[in-house]
Protein backbone atom coordinates (compact mmCIF):
# COMPACT_ATOMS: atom_id res chain seq x y z
CA UNK A 1 0.00 0.00 0.00
CA UNK A 2 0.87 3.34 -0.83
CA UNK A 3 1.66 6.56 1.32
CA UNK A 4 -1.20 8.32 -0.52
CA UNK A 5 -4.05 5.61 -0.14
CA UNK A 6 -3.50 7.63 3.63
CA UNK A 7 -5.07 10.50 1.76
CA UNK A 8 -6.26 10.44 -1.41
CA UNK A 9 -9.46 8.68 -2.69
CA UNK A 10 -8.12 7.94 -6.08
CA UNK A 11 -5.28 5.94 -4.42
CA UNK A 12 -8.01 3.39 -2.47
CA UNK A 13 -9.07 0.01 -4.22
CA UNK A 14 -11.18 -1.40 -2.46
CA UNK A 15 -12.55 -4.86 -2.70
CA UNK A 16 -16.48 -4.66 -1.59
CA UNK A 17 -18.36 -8.18 -0.71
CA UNK A 18 -21.80 -8.02 -0.61
CA UNK A 19 -25.05 -10.09 -0.70
CA UNK A 20 -27.37 -6.69 -1.51
CA UNK A 21 -26.73 -5.37 -4.71
CA UNK A 22 -28.60 -4.50 -7.94
CA UNK A 23 -30.12 -6.25 -8.86
CA UNK A 24 -31.34 -7.39 -5.78
CA UNK A 25 -34.31 -5.26 -3.96
CA UNK A 26 -34.52 -3.60 -0.58
CA UNK A 27 -33.27 -1.12 1.58
CA UNK A 28 -29.96 -3.01 1.58
CA UNK A 29 -29.69 -3.17 -1.82
CA UNK A 30 -30.18 0.43 -2.26
CA UNK A 31 -28.05 1.67 0.52
CA UNK A 32 -25.21 -0.37 -0.83
CA UNK A 33 -25.60 0.65 -4.43
CA UNK A 34 -25.80 4.26 -3.35
CA UNK A 35 -22.31 4.22 -1.44
CA UNK A 36 -20.62 1.95 -3.78
CA UNK A 37 -21.51 4.61 -6.86
CA UNK A 38 -20.58 7.68 -4.18
CA UNK A 39 -17.02 6.40 -3.46
CA UNK A 40 -16.57 5.85 -7.49
CA UNK A 41 -17.69 8.93 -8.15
CA UNK A 42 -15.44 10.47 -5.42
CA UNK A 43 -12.58 8.73 -7.47
CA UNK A 44 -12.10 5.41 -5.61
CA UNK A 45 -11.84 2.15 -7.54
CA UNK A 46 -14.20 -0.25 -5.96
CA UNK A 47 -14.12 -4.05 -7.31
CA UNK A 48 -17.98 -5.69 -5.89
CA UNK A 49 -18.11 -9.08 -5.11
CA UNK A 50 -22.06 -10.06 -5.17
CA UNK A 51 -22.81 -12.66 -3.49
CA UNK A 52 -26.08 -14.38 -4.53
CA UNK A 53 -28.39 -17.76 -4.58
CA UNK A 54 -28.52 -19.04 -7.81
CA UNK A 55 -31.97 -19.94 -7.03
CA UNK A 56 -33.25 -16.09 -7.21
CA UNK A 57 -34.71 -15.09 -10.13
CA UNK A 58 -32.17 -12.77 -12.25
CA UNK A 59 -29.53 -13.96 -10.69
CA UNK A 60 -26.44 -13.35 -12.71
CA UNK A 61 -23.95 -16.16 -13.59
CA UNK A 62 -20.33 -16.43 -12.27
CA UNK A 63 -18.42 -14.45 -14.47
CA UNK A 64 -15.84 -10.95 -13.85
CA UNK A 65 -17.16 -7.83 -15.65
CA UNK A 66 -15.20 -4.48 -16.20
CA UNK A 67 -17.38 -1.66 -15.45
CA UNK A 68 -16.46 1.79 -15.04
CA UNK A 69 -15.22 2.44 -10.81
CA UNK A 70 -14.01 -0.93 -10.56
CA UNK A 71 -14.82 -5.06 -11.11
CA UNK A 72 -18.00 -6.83 -11.22
CA UNK A 73 -17.97 -9.92 -9.52
CA UNK A 74 -21.90 -12.04 -9.25
CA UNK A 75 -21.14 -14.86 -7.18
CA UNK A 76 -23.72 -17.64 -6.70
CA UNK A 77 -22.81 -19.58 -4.00
CA UNK A 78 -25.60 -22.87 -5.20
CA UNK A 79 -25.59 -25.68 -2.66
CA UNK A 80 -21.98 -25.37 -1.99
CA UNK A 81 -20.88 -21.86 -0.53
CA UNK A 82 -16.98 -22.68 -0.21
CA UNK A 83 -16.80 -24.04 -3.08
CA UNK A 84 -18.10 -20.53 -4.71
CA UNK A 85 -15.52 -18.50 -2.36
CA UNK A 86 -12.76 -20.45 -3.50
CA UNK A 87 -13.47 -19.93 -7.44
CA UNK A 88 -14.09 -16.31 -6.32
CA UNK A 89 -10.62 -16.18 -5.09
CA UNK A 90 -9.00 -17.29 -7.72
CA UNK A 91 -10.97 -14.96 -10.50
CA UNK A 92 -9.78 -12.08 -8.13
CA UNK A 93 -5.94 -13.40 -8.45
CA UNK A 94 -6.60 -14.06 -12.47
CA UNK A 95 -7.52 -10.00 -13.23
CA UNK A 96 -4.26 -8.86 -12.20
CA UNK A 97 -2.40 -6.76 -9.69
CA UNK A 98 -4.60 -8.23 -6.30
CA UNK A 99 -1.87 -6.50 -4.03
CA UNK A 100 -3.00 -3.40 -5.84
CA UNK A 101 -6.20 -3.93 -3.50
CA UNK A 102 -6.02 -1.68 -0.35
CA UNK A 103 -9.04 -2.56 1.73
CA UNK A 104 -11.26 -5.51 1.70
CA UNK A 105 -15.59 -4.28 3.06
CA UNK A 106 -17.64 -6.46 4.29
CA UNK A 107 -21.13 -5.16 3.87
CA UNK A 108 -23.39 -6.61 6.64
CA UNK A 109 -24.85 -10.49 6.01
CA UNK A 110 -23.96 -13.56 7.30
CA UNK A 111 -21.47 -14.79 4.30
CA UNK A 112 -19.65 -11.23 3.59
CA UNK A 113 -18.64 -11.34 7.22
CA UNK A 114 -17.88 -14.99 6.84
CA UNK A 115 -15.53 -14.64 3.92
CA UNK A 116 -13.96 -10.97 4.25
CA UNK A 117 -11.77 -11.61 6.73
CA UNK A 118 -10.06 -14.32 5.39
CA UNK A 119 -10.06 -12.29 1.76
CA UNK A 120 -8.44 -9.57 4.23
CA UNK A 121 -5.84 -11.88 5.73
CA UNK A 122 -4.78 -13.45 2.56
CA UNK A 123 -4.13 -9.92 0.45
CA UNK A 124 -2.02 -8.55 3.62
CA UNK A 125 -4.87 -5.36 3.64
CA UNK A 126 -7.09 -3.94 6.53
CA UNK A 127 -10.85 -5.44 7.08
CA UNK A 128 -13.46 -3.11 7.64
CA UNK A 129 -16.82 -4.20 8.42
CA UNK A 130 -19.84 -2.45 7.72
CA UNK A 131 -22.65 -3.12 10.47
CA UNK A 132 -26.22 -1.95 8.70
CA UNK A 133 -29.26 -3.52 11.28
CA UNK A 134 -30.30 -6.82 11.53
CA UNK A 135 -27.11 -8.60 10.46
CA UNK A 136 -25.74 -7.69 13.61
CA UNK A 137 -29.30 -7.83 15.57
CA UNK A 138 -29.58 -11.38 14.69
CA UNK A 139 -25.94 -13.01 14.66
CA UNK A 140 -25.16 -11.45 18.38
CA UNK A 141 -27.73 -14.15 20.05
CA UNK A 142 -27.62 -16.60 17.07
CA UNK A 143 -24.95 -19.92 18.24
CA UNK A 144 -24.37 -20.49 14.58
CA UNK A 145 -23.15 -16.85 13.24
CA UNK A 146 -22.30 -15.55 16.62
CA UNK A 147 -18.85 -17.25 16.08
CA UNK A 148 -18.16 -15.40 12.18
CA UNK A 149 -19.54 -11.94 13.64
CA UNK A 150 -16.75 -11.93 16.77
CA UNK A 151 -14.21 -13.15 14.13
CA UNK A 152 -15.11 -10.09 11.86
CA UNK A 153 -15.30 -7.55 14.37
CA UNK A 154 -11.88 -8.47 16.23
CA UNK A 155 -10.06 -8.89 12.98
CA UNK A 156 -11.59 -5.35 11.70
CA UNK A 157 -9.43 -2.15 11.52
CA UNK A 158 -12.64 -0.03 11.74
CA UNK A 159 -16.25 -1.03 11.91
CA UNK A 160 -18.93 1.94 10.81
CA UNK A 161 -22.63 1.16 12.18
CA UNK A 162 -25.82 2.87 10.79
CA UNK A 163 -26.66 3.61 14.49
CA UNK A 164 -24.85 5.23 17.57
CA UNK A 165 -26.38 2.61 20.09
CA UNK A 166 -25.04 -0.09 17.74
CA UNK A 167 -21.69 1.80 18.06
CA UNK A 168 -22.17 1.71 21.73
CA UNK A 169 -22.85 -2.56 21.73
CA UNK A 170 -20.13 -3.11 19.25
CA UNK A 171 -17.50 -1.13 20.82
CA UNK A 172 -18.83 -2.85 24.65
CA UNK A 173 -17.96 -6.39 23.00
CA UNK A 174 -14.63 -5.57 21.35
CA UNK A 175 -13.42 -2.50 23.12
CA UNK A 176 -10.22 -2.59 20.80
CA UNK A 177 -11.40 -1.71 17.99
CA UNK A 178 -12.58 1.73 16.50
CA UNK A 179 -16.10 1.97 15.68
CA UNK A 180 -17.61 4.96 14.08
CA UNK A 181 -21.37 5.66 13.32
CA UNK A 182 -22.49 6.73 9.78
CA UNK A 183 -26.11 7.22 8.86
CA UNK A 184 -27.56 6.29 5.73
CA UNK A 185 -27.43 9.23 3.29
CA UNK A 186 -29.87 9.73 0.01
CA UNK A 187 -29.50 11.48 -2.96
CA UNK A 188 -31.52 14.89 -2.80
CA UNK A 189 -31.15 15.64 -5.90
CA UNK A 190 -32.86 12.55 -7.50
CA UNK A 191 -35.62 12.04 -4.77
CA UNK A 192 -38.27 14.33 -5.40
CA UNK A 193 -41.76 14.08 -6.10
CA UNK A 194 -42.78 15.15 -9.84
CA UNK A 195 -46.25 16.72 -10.43
CA UNK A 196 -47.21 13.43 -11.89
CA UNK A 197 -47.05 12.36 -8.91
CA UNK A 198 -48.58 14.27 -6.43
CA UNK A 199 -51.51 13.90 -9.31
CA UNK A 200 -51.53 10.45 -8.76
CA UNK A 201 -51.55 10.94 -4.84
CA UNK A 202 -54.18 13.29 -4.76
CA UNK A 203 -56.35 10.95 -7.66
CA UNK A 204 -56.00 7.68 -5.17
CA UNK A 205 -56.47 9.44 -1.63
CA UNK A 206 -59.97 10.88 -3.68
CA UNK A 207 -60.61 7.65 -4.74
CA UNK A 208 -59.68 5.64 -1.93
CA UNK A 209 -59.63 7.11 1.77
CA UNK A 210 -62.66 8.62 3.18
CA UNK A 211 -63.04 11.95 3.46
CA UNK A 212 -60.94 13.41 6.63
CA UNK A 213 -58.92 11.25 7.24
CA UNK A 214 -55.14 10.99 7.72
CA UNK A 215 -52.96 8.24 5.86
CA UNK A 216 -50.60 6.74 7.40
CA UNK A 217 -47.82 4.41 5.28
CA UNK A 218 -45.58 1.70 6.58
CA UNK A 219 -43.10 0.94 3.53
CA UNK A 220 -40.81 -1.84 2.69
CA UNK A 221 -40.81 -5.63 3.77
CA UNK A 222 -43.04 -5.74 7.28
CA UNK A 223 -41.48 -8.11 9.16
CA UNK A 224 -42.47 -8.91 12.50
CA UNK A 225 -39.23 -7.02 14.20
CA UNK A 226 -41.22 -3.53 12.36
CA UNK A 227 -43.84 -3.96 15.16
CA UNK A 228 -46.74 -3.74 12.33
CA UNK A 229 -49.34 -5.50 14.31
CA UNK A 230 -48.21 -2.93 17.67
CA UNK A 231 -49.62 -0.14 15.10
CA UNK A 232 -52.79 -1.88 14.33
CA UNK A 233 -53.50 -2.89 17.82
CA UNK A 234 -52.27 0.67 19.04
CA UNK A 235 -54.74 2.45 16.28
CA UNK A 236 -57.80 0.71 17.99
CA UNK A 237 -56.77 1.26 21.14
CA UNK A 238 -56.11 5.17 20.42
CA UNK A 239 -59.93 5.20 19.47
CA UNK A 240 -59.18 7.47 16.49
CA UNK A 241 -59.60 4.54 14.18
CA UNK A 242 -62.33 6.33 11.99
CA UNK A 243 -60.01 9.02 11.60
CA UNK A 244 -57.02 7.34 9.74
CA UNK A 245 -56.24 5.38 6.64
CA UNK A 246 -53.57 3.13 6.82
CA UNK A 247 -51.55 2.27 3.12
CA UNK A 248 -49.39 -0.70 3.71
CA UNK A 249 -47.01 -0.55 0.93
CA UNK A 250 -44.49 -3.75 1.05
CA UNK A 251 -44.74 -7.59 2.42
CA UNK A 252 -46.75 -8.61 5.24
CA UNK A 253 -45.93 -10.80 7.60
CA UNK A 254 -48.01 -13.56 8.18
CA UNK A 255 -49.38 -12.01 11.56
CA UNK A 256 -50.40 -8.58 9.89
CA UNK A 257 -52.47 -10.25 7.67
CA UNK A 258 -53.89 -12.53 10.14
CA UNK A 259 -54.90 -9.61 12.04
CA UNK A 260 -56.26 -7.66 9.13
CA UNK A 261 -58.93 -10.76 8.56
CA UNK A 262 -59.87 -11.23 12.21
CA UNK A 263 -60.27 -7.35 12.67
CA UNK A 264 -61.79 -6.82 8.72
CA UNK A 265 -63.91 -3.53 8.64
CA UNK A 266 -62.61 -2.00 12.14
CA UNK A 267 -59.58 -0.31 10.06
CA UNK A 268 -59.74 1.49 6.96
CA UNK A 269 -56.38 0.68 4.76
CA UNK A 270 -54.83 0.05 1.35
CA UNK A 271 -52.66 -2.74 0.34
CA UNK A 272 -49.56 -3.28 -2.19
CA UNK A 273 -46.90 -5.12 -2.96
CA UNK A 274 -43.50 -4.53 -2.43
CA UNK A 275 -42.20 -1.87 -4.99
CA UNK A 276 -38.92 -0.79 -6.31
CA UNK A 277 -37.78 2.71 -4.86
CA UNK A 278 -38.72 4.95 -7.26
CA UNK A 279 -42.35 3.45 -8.05
CA UNK A 280 -43.02 4.35 -4.35
CA UNK A 281 -42.72 8.19 -4.77
CA UNK A 282 -46.95 8.90 -5.51
CA UNK A 283 -47.90 6.84 -2.70
CA UNK A 284 -44.69 8.72 -0.29
CA UNK A 285 -46.70 11.81 -1.36
CA UNK A 286 -50.24 10.57 -0.64
CA UNK A 287 -49.06 9.81 3.08
CA UNK A 288 -49.46 12.32 5.87
CA UNK A 289 -47.23 10.23 7.99
CA UNK A 290 -45.00 7.61 7.31
CA UNK A 291 -45.05 5.09 10.57
CA UNK A 292 -42.18 2.43 11.31
CA UNK A 293 -42.90 1.60 14.63
CA UNK A 294 -40.05 -1.54 14.76
CA UNK A 295 -39.02 -3.16 18.28
CA UNK A 296 -35.39 -2.85 17.18
CA UNK A 297 -33.60 -1.46 13.69
CA UNK A 298 -30.56 0.22 12.16
CA UNK A 299 -31.46 3.51 10.44
CA UNK A 300 -34.21 2.41 7.99
CA UNK A 301 -34.06 3.54 4.36
CA UNK A 302 -37.68 4.72 4.72
CA UNK A 303 -36.80 6.96 7.48
CA UNK A 304 -34.21 8.72 5.23
CA UNK A 305 -36.82 8.62 2.44
CA UNK A 306 -39.69 9.87 3.86
CA UNK A 307 -37.28 12.99 5.56
CA UNK A 308 -36.35 13.81 1.83
CA UNK A 309 -39.87 14.14 0.40
CA UNK A 310 -40.79 16.15 3.96
CA UNK A 311 -42.95 13.15 5.34
CA UNK A 312 -42.81 13.23 9.22
CA UNK A 313 -42.58 9.61 10.62
CA UNK A 314 -44.16 8.15 13.63
CA UNK A 315 -42.05 5.52 15.27
CA UNK A 316 -40.25 4.41 18.01
CA UNK A 317 -37.29 5.36 20.17
CA UNK A 318 -34.90 3.11 18.61
CA UNK A 319 -31.43 2.57 17.36
CA UNK A 320 -31.32 5.33 14.32
CA UNK A 321 -34.52 7.15 15.08
CA UNK A 322 -33.63 7.64 18.24
CA UNK A 323 -30.27 9.05 16.87
CA UNK A 324 -31.47 11.77 14.20
CA UNK A 325 -35.38 12.71 15.19
CA UNK A 326 -36.62 14.77 18.02
CA UNK A 327 -40.54 14.33 19.39
CA UNK A 328 -42.54 16.79 18.47
CA UNK A 329 -40.17 18.72 15.95
CA UNK A 330 -39.18 16.26 13.18
CA UNK A 331 -41.22 13.13 14.30
CA UNK A 332 -43.92 11.70 16.87
CA UNK A 333 -41.98 8.81 19.28
CA UNK A 334 -42.46 6.26 21.51
CA UNK A 335 -40.66 3.95 23.11
CA UNK A 336 -39.83 0.02 21.05
CA UNK A 337 -43.15 -1.99 21.99
CA UNK A 338 -45.01 0.15 24.01
CA UNK A 339 -48.60 -0.16 22.74
CA UNK A 340 -49.84 2.83 25.05
CA UNK A 341 -47.02 5.25 23.70
CA UNK A 342 -48.15 4.37 20.22
CA UNK A 343 -51.72 4.66 20.50
CA UNK A 344 -50.45 8.24 21.70
CA UNK A 345 -48.15 9.19 19.19
CA UNK A 346 -51.09 8.07 17.13
CA UNK A 347 -53.56 10.51 18.36
CA UNK A 348 -51.50 13.26 18.04
CA UNK A 349 -50.79 11.97 14.13
CA UNK A 350 -54.69 12.46 13.95
CA UNK A 351 -55.30 15.64 15.39
CA UNK A 352 -51.84 18.05 14.88
CA UNK A 353 -50.69 19.71 11.72
CA UNK A 354 -48.28 17.42 10.17
CA UNK A 355 -47.35 20.46 7.67
CA UNK A 356 -44.25 21.30 9.98
CA UNK A 357 -42.88 18.07 10.90
CA UNK A 358 -42.68 17.84 7.00
CA UNK A 359 -40.61 20.71 6.98
CA UNK A 360 -38.30 19.90 9.92
CA UNK A 361 -38.18 16.74 8.05
CA UNK A 362 -37.00 18.23 4.84
CA UNK A 363 -34.31 20.22 6.92
CA UNK A 364 -33.08 17.42 8.82
CA UNK A 365 -32.33 15.41 5.42
CA UNK A 366 -30.60 18.52 3.99
CA UNK A 367 -28.15 18.77 6.96
CA UNK A 368 -27.59 15.29 7.67
CA UNK A 369 -28.36 12.84 5.20
CA UNK A 370 -26.83 14.17 2.11
CA UNK A 371 -25.26 11.73 -0.16
CA UNK A 372 -22.37 13.53 -0.10
CA UNK A 373 -22.13 13.72 3.30
CA UNK A 374 -22.45 10.45 3.51
CA UNK A 375 -19.83 9.49 0.90
CA UNK A 376 -17.19 11.64 2.08
CA UNK A 377 -17.92 9.78 6.02
CA UNK A 378 -16.96 6.66 4.26
CA UNK A 379 -13.52 7.81 2.45
CA UNK A 380 -12.61 9.51 5.74
CA UNK A 381 -13.36 6.01 7.22
CA UNK A 382 -11.32 4.19 4.71
CA UNK A 383 -8.38 6.17 4.57
CA UNK A 384 -8.10 6.54 8.39
CA UNK A 385 -7.69 2.75 8.89
CA UNK A 386 -4.86 2.34 5.35
CA UNK A 387 -2.10 3.25 7.64
CA UNK A 388 -2.85 0.16 9.22
CA UNK A 389 -0.73 -1.72 6.51
CA UNK A 390 -2.49 -5.66 6.95
CA UNK A 391 -5.37 -6.85 8.73
CA UNK A 392 -5.37 -7.57 12.66
Known amino acids: MTADAAGD ?9 TETYPPSRGGMAQSCDRIVRGLRGAGATIDVLHVTPTARPGTEPFRVVRRAGGLHLPCPVDDDPPHAFNRAWSALQ ?21 VAPVYAAWLGVPLVTLIRGNDFDSAVFSARRRGPLDDALSRSALVAAVAQDKVRRIAALHPGIPVRWIPNGIDLDDWATAPSDRARAAAWRAAEVPAGRRVIGMF ?18 SGRADDA ?8 DEAMDAWLADH ?23 CDWVAIPS ?3 GL ?33 LFEPGDEDGCAEALRRALTEDPEPYGRACRALAERAFDARTETARYV ?3 TACASAGGPR
Open 300 to 332: PNVLVEAAALGVPVLGSRVAGMADVLVDGETGL
Open 9 to 17: PAALRVLWI
Open 94 to 114: AQGDPDGITHVVAFGGSRPIT
Open 380 to 382: DAL
Open 295 to 297: FYD
Open 264 to 286: DGEVSWSGLPFLDRFELLPWYAA
Open 245 to 252: HLLLAGDR
Open 220 to 237: GHLKPKKGGTLLLDALLR
